[in-house]
Antibody, heavy 120, light 107 residues
Framework: QVQLQGSGPGLVKPSETLSVTCTVS????????WSWIRQPPGKGLEWIGH???????DYNPSLRSRVTMSVDTSKNQFSLSLSSVTAADTAFYYC??????????????WGQGTLVTVSS | DIQMTQSPSSLSASVGDRVTITCRAS??????LNWYQQKPGKAPKLLIYAASSLQSGVPSRFSGTGSGTAFTLTLSSLQPEDFATYYCQQSYSPPLTFGLGTKLDIK
């Protein structure tokens, strides 16, 4: 059973860059797509984007200008950077594994969520 | 973007009840629809994928139906551990989008 563990600073200042990392254990990162999804406290879920182990990535257009994802296969990790943050970016940031079959894709394993607060 | 509309937004029910949650897509999404359960302070958990396929380890009292624009999640006999928030999610067209959730609580 693959395990995902997110990590990152809990507090980021406005206009700075938010960075979170997800470590994959009990499974190789060199298969599947790996996703980031966020959830402001008490609100709904927003897909940020996903990345393949080759580095090929796709982002939500609403965040594309500020998002960069990367993968480090030697560490079995993938990461999210979100630049020029504001209070609206305060959220739980979840990493998840994306599975697919016949074009349908879903998130079958999730990290525990990393709360990032944007505040001065 | 494809908009996902869930109803009701909240629901009160009792242990043993049969409950149905509806999710509607703003356009045809075939069977590209998944359901998740989220409990307070926890990550979402996959219940149903491809509209009707039960994820491994999920109890058979959960079932999903639908195709096109209208989908339902049914809990056949509520158990105490089922009180949570449920989300639908489409994967037909990026960006992947979620419904706003249905909060199921104890009557």
């Amino acid at each position: 059973q693959v395990q995902l563990q997110g990590s990152g600073p809990g507090l980021v200042k406005p206009s700075e860059t938010l960075s979170v990392t997800c470590t994959v254990s009990d499974g190789s990162i060199s298969t599947y797509y790996w996703s980031w999804i966020r959830q402001p406290p008490g609100k709904g879920l927003e897909w940020i984007g996903h990345i393949f182990y080759t580095g090929s990535a796709d982002y939500n257009p609403s965040l594309r200008s500020r998002v960069t994802m990367s993968v480090d296969t030697s560490k079995n990790q993938f990461s999210l950077s979100l630049s020029s943050v504001t209070a609206a970016d305060t959220a739980f940031y979840y990493c998840a594994r994306r599975r697919a079959r016949a074009g349908v894709n879903w998130f079958d394993s999730w990290g525990q969520g990393t709360l990032v607060t944007v505040s001065s | 973007d494809i908009q996902m509309t869930q109803s009701p937004s909240s629901l009160s029910a009792s242990v043993g009840d049969r409950v149905t949650i509806t999710c509607r897509a703003s356009q045809n999404i075939d069977n590209y629809l998944n359901w998740y359960q989220q409990k307070p302070g926890k990550a979402p958990k996959l219940l149903i994928y491809a509209a009707s396929s039960l994820q491994s380890g999920v109890p058979s009292r959960f079932s999903g139906t639908g195709s096109g624009t209208a989908f339902t999640l049914t809990l056949s006999s509520l158990q105490p551990e089922d009180f949570a928030t449920y989300y639908c999610q489409q994967s037909y067209s990026p960006p992947l989008t979620f419904g706003l959730g249905t909060k199921l609580d104890i009557k």
